[in-house]
């Protein structure tokens, strides 16, 4: 709802005509408190990303302060976090086969809260549970930064599903219990899952077009998890750092099915997941995989035990474009593009039928060390992957063009990394269309940078942009060929000693003198800041015009406080003298 400098948004892609102020903040606890209105006495069951990333103490962006679990919150019996389909046939099951939800409290990727003395009796005691860690209490991570960068590790080594323990966080006396996620699903279940009868529709009530599902209407998903670790991204988080896969024939079924809708026009607009190519790629020793506790399979390099053959994506791809009915299949998904560069074929194939002309990647940023931070590949690891692109695209007689993506304000990047990528970005002729703000989301290692000013993992001190004046900074810099940001960048490279960078030579960002355009946007953000009522504003009233208007009513006459800005004289107030 809500813009990285805390604004409300404009519009609202998930709800009909993209209008705001139909779905709640914090829904969560808005629909827990409206389920348990409408079914007293009815055990209330938590799940989803919100619910998920937010089941232990959290940093809250929007409330700049730590918030205690959702399930103090909103007060639900229990939180299914993670992906929830084996989770809710489960919970189903047994609550027909007439179990309560106190006894759901041993299923995985379940957490639960214990009142005062149970939390005692079971987890007082240190070691009192050997399969169970203890985290910092929501007291201390909500005073203390550097407890809360601690218990950020020690939620994130526990997410492997194969060697993970349970998590208990006191809140106050009572407990907040996490047990070990879930088992990944197996490839039949997800074949099952995906071959329901979905009708690929909005509910009926909805009478307007809803943005989000436009833009997905059209896609296949292939795939679910990504073991890339990135630390803005909840991705892992949710979706579990084990890539779980259709099969082959799943995913050409429901294209076949796809051709058959008579609003269908043959366009495939995303074949993929979390990320484009990751599918069927795994760890080749299951027996290592169990006991690994590693991040990331691709950061800082791409591990050796780390399955990364293209060739089942690259069958699945082409049977896709070739299935009749279809005209094109695009591959929107992000790109790891450090392993699609492992594969010819792959890239040969995706410039070659998948492109629509543009690509969009994500590179996220030219500094070394903010990429270390973020757990991506190396900038020239996108230099590489563009040379390839163009040349496979003039070897196929096609002009496509590659569009990258950039964070501006995430920890670790400072003025001078952001115009060394204002640098990079002029001298490779890319000019982004868009600026992607840093949001720091609820239990991501960056959050826990952005929060505490610590990388959690090496506990080194992290610069961080937090003042809306910084950020905005470095959001114009990216984009330091609009005029309109020419004030803005000239300030950023003075203040970071970068005058070398104002004038008419090669590697010069802005020119010495300001645009007209420049100019213009100055004033009208001035004359925006002063529009109001002042002294010599007479109101609109029906009165023709010259004509007085008569004094409104109200309580103008009433003394005003001390302690507070005076209203001032207004022509036209009760108050005023004649």
């Known amino acids: 709802h809500y813009t990285a400098n805390r604004k409300v948004r404009n519009d609202d892609a998930y709800s009909p005509g993209g209008r705001i102020g139909l779905r709640p903040d914090r829904a969560t ?49 229990l939180v299914g976090f993670g992906m929830g389909e084996d989770t809710i046939l489960e919970i189903a099951r047994r609550l027909a086969a007439g179990e309560t939800a106190r006894d759901l409290r041993d299923m995985r ?23 169970y860690l203890r985290l910092p209490s929501f007291e201390t991570v909500a005073s203390d930064k550097p407890a809360f960068a601690e218990a ?17 966080q006191f809140h106050d006396r009572q ?25 690929r529709r909005p509910h009926p009530s909805y009478t307007e ?18 073991f890339g670790g990135c630390t803005f991204c909840s991705i892992t988080t949710h ?18 099915e796809m051709t058959q809708d008579p609003q269908f026009k043959g366009v495939i607009s995303d074949i993929g997941g979390p990320t484009a190519n990751m599918y069927e790629m795994r760890c080749s020793r299951p027996e290592v995989e169990a006991k690994c506790r590693r991040q990331s399979c691709v950061h800082p390099t791409i591990c050796k035990l780390l399955g990364t053959d293209h060739g089942p994506l690259v069958k699945l791809m082409k049977d896709a474009r070739e299935t009749p009915g279809i005209k094109k299949v695009f591959v929107a998904s992000g790109i790891r593009m450090d392993l699609a560069r492992l594969s010819p074929e792959y890239m040969q194939d995706l410039v070659r039928h998948h492109v629509g002309g543009h690509l969009k990647v994500a590179p996220e940023h030219s500094d070394a060390g903010v990429l270390n931070l973020m757990r991506k590949p190396a900038s020239d690891d996108f230099d590489q992957f563009a040379e390839v692109f163009n040349r496979e695209s003039k070897a196929a007689g096609k002009k496509q063009y590659i569009i990258p993506y950039y964070i501006a304000s995430h920890p670790g990047s400072d003025l001078d990394a952001m115009i060394d990528l204002a640098l990079f970005l002029k001298r490779n002729g890319y000019r982004p269309d868009q600026v992607q703000d840093f949001i720091p989301a609820p239990f991501d290692v960056a959050t826990a940078m952005y929060y505490t000013g610590i990388d959690p993992f090496t506990k080194k001190p992290v610069y961080v942009a937090q003042h809306l004046r910084d950020r905005k900074l470095q959001r114009a810099l990216m984009q330091f060929f609009k005029p309109e940001n020419y004030f803005d960048v000239r300030k950023a490279l003075e203040q970071a000693g970068r005058q070398d960078l104002i004038g008419s030579g090669c590697d010069c960002l802005i020119p010495s003198n300001p645009p007209r355009e ?8 001035a004359n925006t800041r002063v529009r109001g009522e002042y002294v010599h504003t007479i109101p609109a009233t ?37």
């Open 175 to 199: 407990a907040v219990v996490c047990n070990p996620p879930r088992l990944p699903i197996s490839q039949p279940a997800m074949d099952s899952i995906y071959g329901l009868p979905y009708t």
């Open 518 to 525: 420049a100019l213009d946007k100055r004033r009208d953000d």
């Open 109 to 131: 990727g379940m957490a639960y809260v214990l009142g005062a003395k149970e939390s005692e009796e079971r987890f007082g005691a240190p070691g009192s549970e050997p399969t």
């Open 239 to 256: 979706q579990g750092r084990i890539i779980q896969s259709r099969s082959h024939d799943s995913v050409i079924g429901e294209i076949e």
């Open 542 to 578: 029906d009165s023709s015009p010259g004509q007085a208007s008569p004094p409104p009513k109200g309580k103008g006459s009433q003394k005003q406080s001390r302690h507070k800005p005076g209203k001032g004289y207004r022509p036209g107030r009760s108050s005023a003298k004649d």
């Open 152 to 168: 950020t590790k020690i939620i994130h080594n526990e997410t492997n599903p194969y060697n993970a323990k349970g998590l208990v």
């Open 209 to 226: 077009k809803i943005p989000a599902f436009e833009m997905i209407k059209d896609s296949v998903t292939i795939m679910r998890g990504c």
């Open 29 to 77: 606890l808005g629909y827990c408190q409206r389920a348990r209105e409408a079914y007293p006495g009815v055990p209330v069951i938590a799940g989803g990303v919100e619910a998920s990333l937010r089941r232990l103490a959290h940093y809250d962006f929007w409330s700049d302060k730590v918030r205690r679990s959702i399930l103090l919150d909103a007060k639900a019996d």
